[in-house]
Nanobody, 127 residues
Framework: QVQVAESGGGLVQAGGSLRLSCTASRLTFDDYTMGWFRQAPGKEREGVSCINWSSSNIYYTNSVKGRFTISRDNAKNTLYLQMNSLKPEDTGMYYC????????????????????WGQGTQVTVSS
């Protein structure tokens, strides 16, 4: 039903920047949370950053605080992740996801809560 599509990944040197975008379509409700998750080879998928509908509740995993910025444009059903000062450990497949969180006071940035996922966009940071 809901379709999610990411873009913006690529190969960048350490210290560089990338801006990821994600557009959701075929949505039937508002008040949905969106998030970015990543999975590196040999590691579990982790929540990088999540943001609720009103942008009043934002989460960043500790390793990206101060370097990444999440934002959204609800009129376009689009999510962004500005990634600065990239490190090799940021390398991984980045997934965008949607969580119908209506009525949830403080949605978590937990993979199990998100029902709709994009195909992923690869981010590779060279040392």
């Amino acid at each position: 039903q809901v379709q999610v599509a990411e873009s913006g990944g690529g190969l960048v040197q350490a210290g560089g920047s990338l801006r990821l975008s994600c557009t959701a379509s075929r949505l039937t409700f508002d008040d949905y949370t969106m998030g970015w998750f990543r999975q590196a080879p040999g590691k579990e998928r982790e929540g990088v950053s999540c943001i609720n509908w009103s942008s009043s509740n934002i989460y960043y995993t500790n390793s990206v605080k101060g370097r990444f910025t999440i934002s959204r444009d609800n009129a376009k059903n689009t999510l962004y992740l500005q990634m600065n000062s990239l490190k090799p450990e940021d390398t991984g497949m980045y997934y965008c996801a949607v969580y119908y969180s209506r009525g949830i006071y403080r949605p978590r940035c937990d993979r199990t809560d998100f029902g709709y996922w994009g195909q992923g966009t690869q981010v590779t940071v060279s040392s």
